[in-house]
């Protein structure tokens, strides 16, 4: 009766930490907070930090966080005012984890929005993960506001997003407004039913299969 109650506790304890709130619209102080994790559909979202730095420094209270659904791929759009004065810089990092439940995820897509870059200046966003590397940004007369990869389908991952902007020279400076991540999810593979008996099967008989040898 014990095991039983233990067993019980075990999985219902599991099972309301498996569950997230859902993501609400707010800012990342609320966001960047020890244990926070909030969930879009099928995918969980946590371990969120940020560290602004530079001349210019934009506040976590000052980044609004926004939840996206796509064309069925999630995740955020994260709003501030980022900006350089010439011959001021920017950079903050913002990193966290996405980790699907009952699914995969198999591409990562980035864009920006609300950009632009004066005489020497620079806008360029990086986002890293074990599964893909991602680039936006413009710099002179190049411009690239969108960049997605395909990869093979994890249950996790881990990004992190480095926004710098370089003022230049001279003009209006350089400045970007939104910063959106996207993830598509595929189904998780699961085992046939025949193959997942005859393993269960196979488990069984492995107690008298030892007896006999034992003889």
């Keep these: 009766m014990k095991k039983s109650l233990l067993l019980f506790t075990f999985v219902l304890g ?28 099928d995918v969980t ?44 810089f920017l950079d903050s990092f913002i990193d966290y984890t996405a980790t699907c439940n009952g699914c995969q995820i198999d591409d990562l897509a980035l864009a920006m929005g609300g950009y632009g870059a004066g005489t020497g200046g620079i806008v360029r966003v990086d986002e890293s993960s074990s599964s893909a590397d991602l680039t936006v940004g413009q ?15 994890v249950g996790s991952l881990s990004v992190s997003k480095d926004i710098l902007l370089g003022g230049g020279t001279s003009g209006l400076g350089s400045a970007v ?4 991540n996207l993830f598509s999810t595929t189904p998780a593979v699961v085992p046939e039913p025949s ?9 069984g008989l492995a107690p008298i ?5 034992v003889r």
Aim: glycine residues 12%.
């Design 14 to 41: 599991s099972s309301y930490a498996a569950w997230a709130g859902t993501c609400t619209t707010g800012t990342l102080a609320t966001y960047d907070v020890a244990g926070f994790s909030c969930s879009i559909d």
């Design 45 to 88: 979202f946590s371990g969120f930090g940020y560290v602004p730095s530079g001349s210019v420094i934009i506040s976590a209270a000052d980044v609004a966080v926004t939840p996206e659904i796509v064309g069925g791929e999630v995740g955020f759009q994260f709003n501030a005012p980022w900006f350089a004065l010439p011959g001021d």
């Design 139 to 153: 710099a002179g007369t190049t411009t690239i506001p969108t960049d997605s990869a395909t990869f093979t389908p």
């Design 177 to 180: 407004s939104s910063v959106t």
């Design 195 to 203: 193959l997942l008996l005859l393993t269960v099967g196979l488990l």
């Design 209 to 213: 299969a030892r007896r006999k040898f």
